[in-house]
Nanobody, 127 residues
Framework: QVQLVESGGGLVQAGGSLRLSCAASGRTLRSITMGWFRQVPGNEREFVAAQYDGRKFYADSVKGRFTISADISENTLYLHTLYLQMNSLKPEDTAVYYC?????????????????WGQGTQVTVSS
């Protein structure tokens, strides 16, 4: 069984940085589309960042501040770890952050198109 396990969340002051990690374990996970989403209570899960085929996509709200990257086997496309570097954090970035993966080319911004999800990690940015 494939598992995605996030880590790296926590409490940080506005302007600070955090690096989220998402490690794949269990069966090998062929990942073509990989992404990060976030959710606050009462809201839908929101797209943050994604990558596939060497291309990266960002929500306007995080562009220039967040960077997605992945440690992935080039030939097999097996995911080892997905990262989200978050700089210049703002209080409005406070949310539970989820990593996600799909073995297909999918819409990178649509949560419903991803097959595998992590359990989430809390990020809290204080003002």
């Amino acid at each position: 069984q494939v598992q995605l396990v996030e880590s790296g969340g926590g409490l940080v002051q506005a302007g600070g940085s955090l690096r989220l990690s998402c490690a794949a374990s269990g069966r090998t996970l062929r990942s073509i589309t990989m992404g990060w989403f976030r959710q606050v209570p009462g809201n839908e899960r929101e797209f943050v960042a994604a990558q596939y085929d060497g291309r990266k996509f960002y929500a306007d709200s995080v562009k220039g501040r967040f960077t997605i990257s992945a440690d992935i086997s080039e030939n097999t496309l097996y995911l080892h770890t997905l990262y989200l570097q978050m700089n210049s954090l703002k209080p409005e970035d406070t949310a539970v952050y989820y990593c996600a993966s799909s073995p297909k080319y999918t819409s990178p911004v649509r949560a419903a198109d991803y097959n595998y999800w992590g359990q989430g990690t809390q990020v809290t940015v204080s003002s």
